[in-house]
Nanobody, 119 residues
Framework: QVQLVESGGGLVQPGGSLRLSCAAS????????MNWYRQAPGKERELVAS????????NYADSVKGRFTISRDNAKNTVYLQMNSLKPEDTALYFC????????????WGQGTQVTVSS
């Protein structure tokens, strides 16, 4: 059974940091690129960051470039999203997903973890 379980969300003040984790099981993790998406109430889902199966290449949305870093540990079947200099507009439900290629359509989805940036 495929599972993607996100963790690490929470409430943080503007300018703060959070590190999201996504633990994968039930599929061959190191064969898939991994994506982080987010969706805020009333807004469309946004692809925030993507990393290849090897971790050698990454891609970021302009809205998070320079502030967020995606990484993965294939030995632990886990992908991470380090989020720094958080802004109120980063508030959203964050999802991880597995895709065939970098920035490709997601094949497997997690349930999401809430990130709220507020003072």
């Amino acid at each position: 059974q495929v599972q993607l379980v996100e963790s690490g969300g929470g409430l943080v003040q503007p300018g703060g940091s959070l590190r999201l984790s996504c633990a994968a099981s039930g599929f061959t993790f190191n064969r898939y690129a991994m994506n982080w998406y987010r969706q805020a109430p009333g807004k469309e889902r946004e692809l925030v960051a993507s990393i290849t199966n090897t971790g050698w290449s990454t891609n970021y949305a302009d809205s998070v470039k320079g502030r967020f870093t995606i990484s993965r540990d294939n030995a632990k079947n886990t992908v991470y999203l380090q989020m720094n200099s958080l802004k109120p507009e980063d508030t959203a439900l964050y999802f991880c997903a597995a895709a065939e290629i970098l920035m490709g359509a997601a094949r497997y989805w997690g349930q999401g973890t809430q990130v709220t940036v507020s003072s």
